[in-house]
């Protein structure tokens, strides 16, 4: 079975796409917080990370460069990125520093997500640099 980490300071959306997941039956872990997330991705080994790229007093980017830079047990895992930001440095940044995708909230719903990543997993086994 699949193990997805989903992290959202979102409780809503987080119970939406912990469903999703669930029902395309993937073993989820789910966390509010970013602290929160690095302790499990240093603990524990995923299929793929699901991040929101906004958090209030949090930058998420820097938990994709622990994730990518660190020699952690997720080094190579696909990170699909969240965000209400359709385009900007940001989005830009998350990709530089290993994202392998970004999908804009607002347009994607907890099924297409799925499908996503799903995606992700069957067709990039790892992170490859962009």
Do not use: W
Request: charged share 25%; proline share 4%.
């Amino acid at each position: 079975m699949k193990r997805v980490l989903i992290v959202d300071d979102d409780s809503d959306l987080l119970k939406l796409y912990k469903q999703a997941f669930l029902n395309a039956s993937f073993l989820v872990d789910d966390v509010s917080t970013i602290p929160s997330a690095e302790k499990l991705i240093a603990s524990k080994k995923y299929d793929l990370i699901l991040l929101d790229l906004l958090f209030p007093s949090t930058d998420p980017l820097s938990t994709i460069r622990f994730i990518r830079n660190k020699n952690t047990l997720n080094s190579e895992t696909p990170i699909l990125v969240l965000t209400n930001l359709e385009t900007g440095e940001k989005t830009k940044k998350a990709l530089e520093y290993g994202a392998n995708e970004c999908l804009f909230k607002v347009t994607q719903t907890p099924g297409a997500i799925t499908k996503t990543a799903l995606r992700l997993i069957g067709n990039n086994h790892s992170y490859t640099n962009h």
